[in-house]
């Protein structure tokens, strides 16, 4: 299971990603402000976002009501310690699906994760994406312009994948570390770099290198 966890409490925070990676097998993203609850929310797929109510720069329901306005379909799970009847409202009616109260047990968010979860609120991902021209195929990993098909590695057509689906935006060098080789992986940020350089080289077969750019100090975007 993705999860995203937006909560600004490091202590709470440390120990909650170490049960949900240990008890729930999860795997977690981990985030201390409201801006980059939303930015990430936006950026990546998770089953389940758990929004601490109180965070810097964007409490959660002030995020999860611009997630919901933009269409985010996602499973978000309300975390707080207000707990009047107004509050539980307030909370659901921001587009939360679901509200635990502070302090809670691990095993009772587990067993909420779970039902979140098996709701299902994943959209659908076509096999094909097609942008100005450029066909990405997730079956083969392989991209078409055309007559010419070219072949990408796993790895590869991810990264290219990740970046296309976020067309226009920025992604962060941490985030596609994350998103592509994950947290547990011994490899170096420099291997972001020598993929990016791999994939490039095959899209200069079909002239579309210069749609991959890097933003020094940042990351790297896919332009439309």
């Known amino acids: 299971m993705n999860v995203l966890l937006a909560e600004d409490d490091h202590r709470l925070g440390d120990l909650m990603v170490y049960m949900l990676k240990k008890k729930g097998n999860c795997n977690v993203e981990w985030v201390k402000e409201g801006d980059d609850a939303f930015y990430y929310a936006t950026s990546a797929h998770y089953d389940v976002i758990i929004m601490d109510w109180m965070m810097p720069n964007g409490d959660g329901v002030g995020v999860c009501r611009k997630l919901r306005k933009q269409g985010y379909s996602g499973a978000i799970l309300m975390l707080t310690a207000k707990d009047t009847v107004q509050d539980r409202i307030e909370g659901l009616d921001s587009g939360a699906d ?3 109260v502070k302090p809670f047990e691990i095993d009772e968010l587990m067993a909420r994760l779970r039902a979140l979860s098996r709701r299902n609120f994943a959209p659908i991902v076509e096999d094909e994406t097609e942008i100005n021209g450029l066909i990405l195929n997730r079956a083969s990993h392989s991209v078409r312009v055309g007559e010419t098909d070219i072949q990408f590695s796993p790895r590869e057509f991810q990264l290219l994948d990740l970046l296309v689906q976020n067309k226009g935006q ?25 993929t990016v350089k791999l994939i490039r080289k095959k899209l200069s077969l079909i002239n579309k290198q210069d749609k991959l750019q890097s933003i020094r100090g940042v990351g790297y975007k896919f332009e439309t």
């Open 98 to 100: 679901d509200y635990l």
């Open 170 to 194: 920025v992604l962060p060098r941490e985030l596609i570390y994350e998103r592509v080789w994950g947290l547990d992986t011994d490899v170096t940020m420099k291997t972001i770099d020598a």
